[in-house]
C-alpha cells in the first residue's frame, strides 16, 4: 500500500501572500473560477488560513487530519469520519452545526458556513491530483508529500548543508 | 498452542461503551466483545433524540454503527438485556434474565438517567416526560402530536433543545426556569442576554425564578402544571430537565467503591480486579484543579471510553480528566461555547468581558493572571478548539495573554510561541 499524501508547511518560506487561500477557496465553489466565485452565495470560503505573528512570521495553517481526531470523537451527530486515504471528513448532511468540532479542534481550523449551517474543513481536494493551495503556493511553502518522503527530503537538505559548511 | 481470546464484557451500549468496545476490537482483533444495553434500540447517537422529537431525524438516522468512528464490525450488542450485578469473585456478571457473563475484562459503563427532583407532585402523570433515551423521544412525538402547549421544567441545554423541537411542531413553549436566567450551569445570568434575546424572538415563553409545585392531570394525562407562586400554566405535556444522576445504584458498594457515581483511578480502574468504569457513571476529575466530578457530557463519555478501552486491552493509558463545562451548540441561531470555569461571581479571578453587536464573550484568568481558566464565547465562537487548548494545557500568558483576552488567537501565535521564544 502507498502512504498518503499529506500537506506539509515549509514555515521559512511562506510570505503571506495568501494564494493558497483564494485558490483553496475557489476550488471549493461551484463554478471552480476566480470570476464566477467573486458572486457566488454562499460566498465560496477557504479551509487554511494564512495567519500573521508580529513582528514578522507568516504561518499557513491546515487541517493537519490528526491520528485520534479530536473532532471525529467529539462529533455528536457521526458526521465526521476518516476516509481510507486517512483524510477526515465531515459529512455536511449529517452535521447540525453543533459545533463541538470547533470547540475541540486545537488547530482552529474548522470554519462554520452560517448560512447552511454546517461545519467545514479541508477535504485535501479529492479530485484533484495535488490540493489546490498547494498548486497556488509561488515559494512552495506548502508541500504534498508523504511523511516518509518528506522527511527523507528534509534529512537530504540538512546533509547538504552540513557538508556545504564543512566546505563540501 | 493457540491462546483463548479475551472475553470482554461491557455493560452500557452509549457513548462509553461503545467508544470503549470499538477501541478494543482495533487493539486486539482476538478478543470477543459483548456489550450488554438495556434499551430496546440498537446505540445510537443520544444527543440527537431532540431531532426525533422534531421529526429532522429518523431512528435509523441517529444509528451509530457505521457513522464517525464507529466502523468497527465483530461487537455483539445484547439488547434489553439489563445487568442485575457482578460477580467480582466468579468474574462473571449476572444479567437480570437470569444469565451469566464470564468476562476477563469488564467496563461499567451504565450512564445516567434524567434527575427527578423532589417536591414536584404528579410526576407520574401520562405526558410528563424526562427525555433520555430513543424510546423516550418516541412517545414523546407521539404526544407532541396531539399537544397543543407544553411547560418545560428546567433551563438547561437539553431542555432548550427540546423546547425548539417543539416549537418546530407549532406547539406554544413555556419554560420555567428556578434560577434567575436559562442556561444558569453554563453561564452566568448577565452573560446570558443574548441567548436570551435569541430565545424570546424564536417565541419561547419564559419563567424565571419559579420552579412547579404540582403537575395537574385529567383521565387524559397532563393537563397544567402549577408553580409555587400558585400561577397555573395550561398544558397537555410536561418535559423535565433537571440534569441527570449517575446509574450507580445496582453497584455494591462492598465491592466497588461508590461516591454518588463508581470511583476509578487515573487508568479508569475500579477497585475490583479488572473491572473499569467510564463514562457518565464514573467519578472522573477536573484537570487543573484534580476536583472529583461527574459530569453528563456524550464527549467526556466517548473520551473516557475510549480510554478505558486501551487499558482494558492491555495499553495502559492515563485519562486525563475532563472539565465540568465544556459545551457547545447553537440555540435559536446564537451559537456559544462555554468551557472551563465561567462563572465569577464572589471569586478573585481576573475576568475580561466584551460585549459587540451580536457577539459577547468572557475569559477568566486565575487571579495572579498567567493562567486561562476558562471561556465563554456567545454570538462568536471562531477557534474556540484553541482557547480549549490552551486552558487545557495551562499554557503560559505571557506572549499570547493580549490574543486571549481579544478573542484574536490563532494556532500561529502557539506555535511561535513554542518555537522562538
Redesign the interface.
Known amino acids: 500500500m502507498t502512504e498518503a499524501k499529506e500537506i506539509f508547511v515549509r514555515l521559512d518560506r511562506c510570505m503571506a501572500c495568501h494564494s493558497c487561500e483564494m485558490a483553496c477557496a475557489v476550488a471549493h465553489s461551484a463554478g471552480q473560477s476566480l470570476y464566477t466565485a467573486i458572486s457566488e452565495k454562499p460566498t465560496p470560503k477557504p479551509r487554511l488560513y494564512v495567519e500573521w505573528v508580529a513582528p514578522d512570521r507568516a504561518v499557513p495553517i491546515v487541517c493537519r487530519h490528526c491520528e485520534d481526531a479530536p473532532c471525529m470523537h467529539a462529533c455528536i451527530a457521526g458526521a465526521i469520519s476518516r476516509s481510507p486515504a486517512g483524510v477526515v471528513e465531515t459529512d455536511a448532511d449529517k452535521c447540525i452545526g453543533c459545533w463541538t468540532c470547533v470547540m475541540v479542534c486545537p488547530y482552529g481550523v474548522i470554519g462554520r458556513h452560517l448560512e447552511e449551517h454546517k461545519a467545514y474543513r479541508c477535504d485535501r481536494c479529492p479530485d484533484r491530483e495535488t490540493p489546490a493551495c498547494v498548486n497556488a503556493c509561488p515559494t512552495r511553502a506548502l508541500i504534498y508529500q508523504s511523511a516518509t518522503g518528506y522527511s527523507r527530503s528534509q534529512r537530504q537538505t540538512a546533509s547538504r548543508a552540513m557538508l556545504a559548511g564543512n566546505g563540501g | 498452542m493457540a491462546m483463548e481470546g479475551k472475553r470482554y464484557v461491557i455493560v452500557g451500549g452509549s457513548a462509553a461503551g461503545m467508544?470503549a468496545a470499538e477501541t478494543i476490537r482495533r487493539l486486539d482483533p482476538g478478543g470477543s466483545v459483548r456489550v450488554l444495553s438495556e434499551e430496546v434500540d440498537a446505540p445510537y447517537?443520544r444527543?440527537?433524540i431532540p431531532?426525533l422529537v422534531s421529526g429532522k431525524k429518523s431512528p435509523a438516522?441517529?444509528s451509530?454503527q457505521g457513522?464517525?468512528?464507529?466502523?468497527a464490525k465483530g461487537i455483539e450488542v445484547l439488547l434489553e438485556n439489563r445487568a442485575a450485578r457482578i460477580d467480582t469473585g466468579c468474574a462473571q456478571v449476572v444479567t437480570e434474565r437470569g444469565e451469566s457473563l464470564a468476562y476477563d475484562r469488564l467496563l461499567l459503563a451504565t450512564g445516567s438517567r434524567p434527575h427527578l427532583p423532589p417536591g414536584i407532585g404528579g410526576v407520574s402523570s401520562d405526558g410528563v416526560f424526562a427525555l433520555r433515551s430513543l424510546a423516550d423521544a418516541r412517545r414523546t412525538a407521539l404526544r407532541a402530536k396531539s399537544t397543543r402547549q407544553a411547560v418545560m421544567l428546567g433551563g438547561g441545554l437539553l431542555n432548550l433543545k427540546v423546547a425548539f423541537a417543539l416549537l418546530e411542531c407549532g406547539i406554544k413553549v413555556t419554560l420555567v426556569v428556578q434560577s434567575p436566567e436559562v442556561l444558569s450551569q453554563l453561564m452566568e445570568p448577565a452573560d446570558a442576554f443574548l441567548v436570551r434575546d435569541a430565545l424570546d424572538q424564536a417565541g419561547l415563553k419564559i419563567i424565571t425564578g419559579r420552579s412547579a409545585r404540582q403537575i395537574l392531570s385529567n383521565e387524559d394525562g397532563v393537563n397544567g402544571v402549577v408553580l409555587d407562586d400558585g400561577a397555573e400554566l395550561a398544558c397537555r405535556m410536561v418535559c423535565i430537565g433537571k440534569g441527570v444522576q449517575p446509574n450507580a445504584d445496582w453497584i455494591d458498594p462492598r465491592q466497588i467503591p461508590v461516591n454518588r457515581g463508581i470511583v476509578v483511578d487515573k487508568y479508569t480502574r475500579t477497585a475490583a480486579e479488572n473491572v473499569y468504569a467510564a463514562g457518565d457513571v464514573a467519578v472522573t476529575f477536573e484537570p487543573i484543579t484534580g476536583a472529583a466530578i461527574i459530569t453528563g457530557l456524550?464527549?467526556n463519555a466517548?473520551?473516557m471510553g475510549?480510554c478505558a478501552g486501551a487499558n482494558m486491552a492491555d495499553r495502559p493509558t492515563a485519562y486525563g480528566g475532563t472539565f465540568g463545562i465544556?459545551?457547545?451548540?447553537?440555540v435559536a441561531r446564537m451559537?456559544f461555547?462555554s468551557?472551563g470555569i465561567v462563572h465569577t461571581a464572589g471569586t478573585d479571578y481576573e475576568t475580561h468581558s466584551r460585549s459587540s453587536p451580536g457577539a459577547h464573550r468572557k475569559l477568566v484568568f486565575s487571579a495572579d493572571g498567567n493562567r486561562l481558566l476558562g471561556a465563554l464565547f456567545v454570538g462568536d465562537?471562531?477557534?474556540?478548539?484553541?482557547y480549549?487548548?490552551v486552558i487545557r494545557e495551562q499554557v503560559r500568558m505571557d506572549d499570547i495573554k493580549k490574543q486571549v483576552i481579544d478573542h484574536r488567537?490563532?494556532?500561529?501565535?502557539l506555535?511561535?510561541a513554542r518555537r522562538y521564544s
Open positions: 467508544a447517537f444527543p440527537m431531532f438516522e441517529i451509530l457513522c464517525g468512528p464507529y466502523q456524550w464527549t466517548v473520551a475510549r465544556l459545551n457547545a451548540t447553537q451559537p461555547v468551557m465562537i471562531a477557534r474556540a478548539g484553541l480549549h487548548t488567537l490563532h494556532y500561529g501565535h506555535l511561535c
